[in-house]
């Protein structure tokens, strides 16, 4: 195996998606609960909509999937912004694995009634203002997205 080849035990795809309200342009998070450590400390999180890719599945596929399921809207993709890489603990496997999740901009085409089932409890989904976003964002390193999105989809509107 070549040692300098990056090893992902997981993939997932996500979108930062954005739409044009009364002349503002509001970006969509959702409001989540996340564990800190043990089962017991919970924090309520902003974060944007990703998840794993399914069998067969493509990034593209993922994202729009994963937009659609946590953020409760249909989307288009218009580019693709970057990914992160993520040292994280699998309590199930009971081990750390290596996560690359990738993003892409999109614009809101409609919302969607597509039902959600999975273990993270979504308590929200907001659309806010870019400053009010990089204020609630859990990560900096959605924030660093958030910044390249904002920039690419200045084009867009």
């Given at each position: 195996m070549d040692k300098n080849k990056k090893y992902y035990d997981e993939r997932s795809a996500g979108g930062i998606v954005f739409k044009e309200e009364d002349k503002n342009i509001l970006w969509l998070v959702i409001k989540t609960i996340a564990r800190k450590g043990n089962k017991k400390n919970k924090k309520e999180i902003y974060k944007f909509p990703k998840g794993h890719l399914q069998k067969d599945e493509f990034l593209k596929e993922?994202?729009?999937?994963?937009?659609?399921?946590?953020?409760?809207?249909?989307a288009e993709i218009l580019s693709?912004?970057?990914?992160?890489?993520?040292?994280?603990?699998?309590g199930k496997l009971r081990k750390k694995i290596i996560k690359k999740v990738t993003f892409f901009l999109m614009k809101f085409k409609e919302k969607s009634n597509l039902r959600y089932f999975d273990e993270e409890v979504i308590i929200d989904r907001e659309w806010l203002e870019f400053k009010e976003v990089m204020k609630k964002l859990e990560y900096p390193s959605e924030k660093r997205l958030l910044k390249r999105a904002k920039e690419k989809a200045e084009k867009y509107y």
């Amino acid at each position: 195996m070549d040692k300098n080849k990056k090893y992902y035990d997981e993939r997932s795809a996500g979108g930062i998606v954005f739409k044009e309200e009364d002349k503002n342009i509001l970006w969509l998070v959702i409001k989540t609960i996340a564990r800190k450590g043990n089962k017991k400390n919970k924090k309520e999180i902003y974060k944007f909509p990703k998840g794993h890719l399914q069998k067969d599945e493509f990034l593209k596929e993922a994202a729009l999937r994963e937009v659609e399921e946590e953020g409760k809207v249909k989307a288009e993709i218009l580019s693709k912004l970057g990914s992160n890489d993520y040292l994280i603990w699998d309590g199930k496997l009971r081990k750390k694995i290596i996560k690359k999740v990738t993003f892409f901009l999109m614009k809101f085409k409609e919302k969607s009634n597509l039902r959600y089932f999975d273990e993270e409890v979504i308590i929200d989904r907001e659309w806010l203002e870019f400053k009010e976003v990089m204020k609630k964002l859990e990560y900096p390193s959605e924030k660093r997205l958030l910044k390249r999105a904002k920039e690419k989809a200045e084009k867009y509107y």
